[in-house]
């Protein structure tokens, strides 16, 4: 940008150079001019324009203008020796100098302006990208938010379920073999019934005994407003509340004959009530497997007098102990033979425990011949 500055103000002091000769050519033509027709008209004696000295100044009666320089040297030469009518050369100089300045000032000025507006709109893309990248970093955030809030969430939730199958695990190893509560009944259902009819059932029930809700016993409420499984509990000292269990027992199974519960269901059709002791998870296990093992021996062996001991794990033969099962916690179970039964009555322990596997499917099991 420098170079073309510098031609512009060679340029214009060019200019002002070629205005000042020309000014002082014209001049010098009409100083010339006046000299000219003072010679012509001047007296006898003066001198002419026939004197042969300053013939060759002059052609065609007009005095002859040098040639314009070609030099910036060649102009200043020429201007310092213009005749002195007119602008002085100082006031030229001054003005071409002038002229400059002023020129240069106003490049500079532009230069000034075009970098101010440049730069004002870099500093405004640099705004609108710094704004974007606040907008773009702010979700970012957010999003980083929302993913530790879910992963706190879940490690919430696992500890809780770590924690509840903790618990659970401990539940089923306390249940699996813990003492039954002996003050109180168990009712199960083959279908869904309110307390209220369970109510009228155990009223019904004990009306013999007698007790009643009131002074002797409670149904705790379910979780929900229909269940198939239900609770009575004696409210009596334990002693006196497992005599009563045992009573009430009792008169389902009046010398031999077992009466059948029912109970109403909300479509008023009947339903089958079982009652029994309070049991825990092993002697449940060990009481369904017990009848798996009569079954499958009743089925290869039907002329045999066989019986089930339910609470033992045995299937008998009269008062001869044949097999026993006894289940484990994580679902096996072991099958004990009594080897010196076996041969005595005949019996194919392998089409037995076939039977038996099938009807207690989805278990494992060892067997031995030792009881």
């Not at 794990?313 to 097999?323: E, H, K, L, P, T």
């Amino acid at each position: 940008m420098s170079g073309k500055g510098n031609q512009r103000d060679s340029g214009v002091l060019k200019a002002s150079l070629k205005t000042a000769a020309s000014k002082s050519a014209q001049v010098g033509e009409r100083s010339s001019k006046s000299q000219t027709e003072d010679m012509f008209s001047s007296p006898a004696g003066s001198p002419t324009i026939a004197d042969a000295g300053d013939a060759h100044m002059y052609s065609n009666g007009l005095p002859e203008v040098p040639p314009l320089p070609e030099s910036h040297a060649e102009e200043e030469e020429l201007l310092l020796h213009q005749p002195s009518s007119g602008p002085s050369m100082a006031d030229l100089l001054k003005e071409a100098r002038g002229e400059i300045i002023q020129s240069t000032n106003t490049s500079i000025d532009s230069l000034l302006s075009e970098y101010d507006r440049t730069n004002s709109a870099r500093h405004l893309r640099h705004e609108a990208t710094a704004r974007q990248h606040a907008v773009e970093i702010k979700h970012i955030d957010n999003r980083v938010n929302q993913h530790e809030k879910r992963i706190n969430d879940i490690e919430k939730r696992l500890e809780i379920q770590v924690k509840s199958a903790t618990l659970r695990e401990v539940e089923r190893a306390t249940e699996w073999d813990s003492p039954p509560d002996e003050t109180s009944i168990r009712i199960n259902l083959e279908g869904l019934a309110s307390r209220s009819a369970v109510v009228a059932l155990v009223k019904q029930w004990m009306d013999d005994a007698p007790y009643n809700e009131d002074e002797h016993f409670k149904i705790p409420h379910s979780y929900q407003p229909l269940a198939k499984h239900w609770v009575v509990q004696f409210t009596a000292e334990p002693i006196t509340a497992a005599r009563q269990v045992k009573k009430a027992l009792q008169l389902l199974n009046k010398e031999g004959v077992f009466t059948q519960l029912h109970v109403t269901a909300p479509d008023d059709t009947k339903v089958k009530a079982f009652a029994s002791r309070d049991k825990n998870e092993k002697t449940k296990k060990t009481e369904v497997l017990t009848k798996c093992l009569l079954a499958g021996a009743k089925a290869v062996h039907p002329t045999q007098d066989w019986r089930a001991l339910k609470g033992d794990g045995v299937v008998a033969i009269g008062w001869s102990r044949i097999i026993k099962v006894e289940p484990a916690q994580d679902g096996s179970y072991t099958l004990w033979w009594d080897s010196a039964f076996m041969e005595e009555f005949k019996l194919s322990n392998h089409g037995v425990e076939s039977n038996f596997r099938e009807l207690a499917a989805g278990s494992a099991a060892t067997s031995n011949w030792l009881f």
